[in-house]
């Protein structure tokens, strides 16, 4: 209760005394006010639980992030090292990494860019409150995008523990006098602790937990993207790997002395779809902070051959091991990966363009992608990129020779008008009109039936009418060829969400060009404009050391649902040597000339003032420009080759 005193300043005759009297009453009202604050001490308030997320704690020695964000140990050659076996016409790749674990939480676009990961609404955790000496208040099962309340005394200071199996599983209460919890070896354990004094109203009990346990992941995958693996039998090679031990919930930590294998020994393989194509994943988790390596058998799987037969395999490649040398850490994946890639039969690709640079652009043997493609450790029986029992490449001939006029679509309607003689794969450098309108039919016919084409458009400032209306057919609506100044361009193919994410053709059997550049090989580019419909996955769209397009639009794309690239330089898989090339702006297509595998290369001209990259020089010094056309080329011709097989050619 407070009390108002009111006082007549004249009822003292000195203005001495009254401030005297005005100070005591002064110091009473705020001793008053003292005492009515202290009576708040004891009372009961609410105590409300909000989760914010998992410690994702990333730092890890000796590695480097990938473009898709992911942590991998990486040898000197930096890539994760594969093993490879090879049975029959089936090819086994093995490969191991470690990466933080974010499942079964709501990833944002960066997960790699905060230490804390929200946990999915609906998930599960029990919450202990305790008085300092160990008396239990409150065990709580809690859902996670739920409000909490729990009732505690002020100015009380209370500990407080929470543990989640990352499930929507009910969690059951444990011993409230000897809380502890055998660690599972299905689900992760995620574990917080802490000590709280609440004093206002209404306080905030903010739970971040931690990973207690490593997950050992396996996934059993084609190699090509478009198999689906049906199913999976498999085990792990040593039935003691995997250890459960007491946690002491209390405590925070495993009791001593309490570690014991788990006796798993069968892997619980289960579908997940990526893309629309079904792969086998299985999970288990160990206590042990020492494993370092872990082999499985595979017994047996199911895989979707073609689009019309399953096939199976009883000798499913036999033993694998996966690790990593010399590092693992606790609420880190262990993730070994086993890729299937069948041997393609003999399959054809069919050139046409004109006989320029020593015939590159129809893939010359002795021309740069015309070697890269006929060597067999690339495309061949063993090979371990794409496994196929020959890849036969028309030689560059009269019948294969394009011109502007009736002579060369003459020709062209000859190899293309027999669905008999459809080749596998078609491949067009156009320059100035090379295709007319009937020929142009003529390919939208060849891809409604399965084929695959890549057409590249060299800029002539000609683009012609012909190409405009033969694209828009394909792609289903009106667009036109546009010419745009931006010679020795180079363009990052991941200007959009969707080409970024392509990964069979970005990050495919000849590596990843995510992090690199498109070169453009010497004069201006061509553009496919006015295009709003959606079935275009774009890769690029601006030269990076260029001002904007004046005529804005495609250059890279493909069809998001058949199998239709294009790119706008005609030159884009041209090299017409086999030798090293030392040329920053042109020929784009760089390989190694002992190998005959893709090459990283510097390129393009610096970038000028207003353009993306302005500042950047045009090679590799101090952080130039960067390309890796042959890397794309080779992903996309494994794509549409794997493609031709799995879905087939309508040759009737």
Known sequence: MRTL?????????????????????????????????EEAVGETIDLIVKVEGVDSDVT???????????????????????????????TFISKSEVEPDKEGFAL??????????????????????????????????????????????????????????????????????????????????????????????????????????????????????????????????DPNLIKTSAFDLLAGEKKAGTTVPANVSTLDFAPETVEGVTRQVARCYTSDQNIASYGLWINS?????????????????????????????TGYILQGTLDIVFRLPTMRILPFSNNNASNGYRLAPATAAGAFLREPA????????????????????????ATSSSTGWNRFKALMTNPATYPDVLIVASWYNYLDDACWDLVKQYIDRGGNVLYTHDDANLEGSYAGRGIGNIMGSPVSLERNVESYGVYKFTDTPAGEADLDILNGPFGDARPYHLGQDRIG???????????????????????????????FFRHKTKSFFFVGDGGFYLNEKVTAVTSFTEDPFRFNPATKFPALAPYGQSAVNGSPAYGTPGTNVNGGFTIANSIVFGNMMAWMLNRAHYHGINRN
């Open 60 to 90: 890890m020695p000796n590695t480097k992030s990938s473009a898709r964000s992911n942590y991998v140990l990486l040898p000197t050659d930096e890539e994760a090292q594969p093993s490879t076996v090879t049975k029959d016409d089936v």
């Open 525 to 555: 580019t061509s553009y496919v404009t006015g295009y709003n419909g959606p079935n275009a996955i774009v890769y690029s769209n601006h030269a990076q050391n260029k001002t904007a397009p004046s005529k804005p639009g495609m250059v």
């Open 108 to 237: 944002k676009k960066d997960v790699y860019a905060t230490k804390s990961t929200p946990m999915d609404p609906g998930i599960k955790y029990r919450l202990l409150v305790y008085t300092m000496s160990n008396v239990l208040v409150s065990s709580v099962e809690v859902t996670a995008g739920q409000a909490q309340r729990i009732s505690v005394t002020s100015g009380t200071t209370y500990k407080w523990r929470a543990y989640s199996y990352n499930t929507s599983d009910a969690i059951p209460a444990p011993n409230p006098s000897n809380p502890e919890v055998m660690t599972p070896t299905a689900t992760t354990l995620l574990y917080a602790k802490g000590e709280i004094t609440p004093t206002a109203p209404s306080n905030i009990l903010a739970i971040t937990f931690k990973h207690q346990l490593t997950q050992l992941r396996v996934v059993v995958k084609d190699g090509s993207g478009f198999r689906s693996v049906l199913s999976v039998d498999g085990q792990i090679g």
């Open 5 to 37: 005193l009111i006082i007549r300043k004249n009822l003292f005759r000195g203005t001495f005394y009254f401030n005297i009297l005005l100070l005591l009453v002064s110091i009473a009202l705020i001793t008053s006010c003292s005492k009515t604050k």
């Open 378 to 401: 690339n495309f061949g029986p063993n090979s371990k990129y794409v496994g196929i029992t020959s890849l036969t490449i028309d030689a560059p001939t009269t019948a294969t020779e």
């Open 301 to 329: 799987m199911k895989i979707q051959y073609t689009s019309t037969v399953d096939r199976t395999i009883t000798d499913g490649g036999g033993y694998f091991t996966f690790g990593t040398d010399p590092w693992v850490k």
